[in-house]
């Protein structure tokens, strides 16, 4: 059975950062692309970044560009979301999502839900 994972989420200040993890169970995440949503209280879910199988394509969402950086770790079968600079709009329960296996191999896009979600981790960014 395939599962994610999601941790690495908790109580920040404002700028600082956190390292979130989806890990992956029952599968090699490497024959998958990844995207990375977010769910802030009373909004929406939405898209914020995603990697592409080949881990050779990446995208940001707008808000987070220039501050969040999405990579993979092969050795530990995850997908890391490096989060810097963090602000109080960041506040949200973050989720990894895995697309279905060869989609989306050279390329990536956050604006469409995967097959497979993890259960979230709780981001607070206040002060």
């Known amino acids: 059975q395939l599962q994610l994972v999601e941790s690495g989420g908790g109580l920040v200040q404002p700028g600082e950062s956190l390292r979130l993890s989806c890990a992956a169970s029952?599968?090699?995440?490497?024959?998958?692309?990844i995207g990375w949503f977010r769910q802030a209280q009373g909004k929406e879910r939405e898209g914020i970044s995603c990697?592409?199988?080949?881990?050779?394509?990446?995208d940001y969402e707008n808000s987070v560009k220039g501050r969040f950086t999405i990579s993979r770790d092969n050795y530990e079968n995850a997908v890391v979301l490096q989060m810097s600079s963090l602000n109080p709009a960041d506040t949200a329960v973050y989720y990894c999502?895995?697309?279905?296996?060869?989609?989306?191999?050279?390329?990536?896009?956050?604006?469409?839900?995967?097959?497979?979600w993890g259960r979230g981790t709780q981001v607070t960014v206040s002060s």
């Open positions: 029952g599968f090699t995440l490497d024959d998958y692309a």
């Open positions: 999502t895995a697309y279905p296996r060869g989609a989306f191999k050279t390329t990536c896009t956050y604006r469409t839900s995967g097959r497979y």
């Open positions: 990697i592409s199988g080949s881990g050779a394509s990446r």
